[in-house]
């Protein structure tokens, strides 16, 4: 695994663990960025699909 520096605002911070504290059992912010990080690839990656799918019809 590779290891970053991610500078965020303390507000980000603060809806990040607001998030966390609503979820059930304990999260790490760690785990719920890395989550997050995860989840807005899959959405860009089933977008991108979406994108070709409809290039192909069009053509």
Known sequence: MD????RLSTQI???IDDA???RAGRVSRNTWI???IEEKLA???ASAQ????RSAANA
């Open 3 to 6: 290891r970053i520096n991610l």
């Open 13 to 15: 911070f603060d809806a």
């Open 20 to 22: 966390r504290a609503k």
């Open 34 to 36: 890395a989550e997050a």
């Open 43 to 45: 959405r860009e990656v």
């Open 50 to 53: 979406e994108n070709a799918v």
